[in-house]
């Protein structure tokens, strides 16, 4: 029976070293997207009014595409299939 309980307690402890694991993870692609989603929208604030839409994409376009890959990124492995 102590046997039992050791091995119950090291997959305790190993399931709970997962689980920290993973939210850790979870925090830091939840922090690359926010500061990804607040670079985007500083940005999008500074367009000048008179820009072209051109202009204004041109002067997104590369922190849009870091928002996606940000987005894309914390979404990766969530998949509940």
């Avoid at 990804?36 to 820009?51: G, K, P, R, V």
């Amino acid at each position: 029976m102590g046997e039992l309980r050791e091995i119950r307690d090291r997959v305790a402890e190993s399931h709970d070293t997962a689980v920290e694991a993973i939210s850790a993870v979870a925090d830091d692609r939840s922090k690359a997207l926010e500061s990804a989603w607040t670079t985007f929208s500083e940005q999008l604030q500074e367009i000048d009014d008179d820009a072209s839409l051109t202009a204004a994409r041109d002067s997104l376009i590369e922190d849009a595409r870091a928002l996606t890959g940000a987005r894309e990124t914390a979404e990766s492995g969530l998949d509940c299939a």
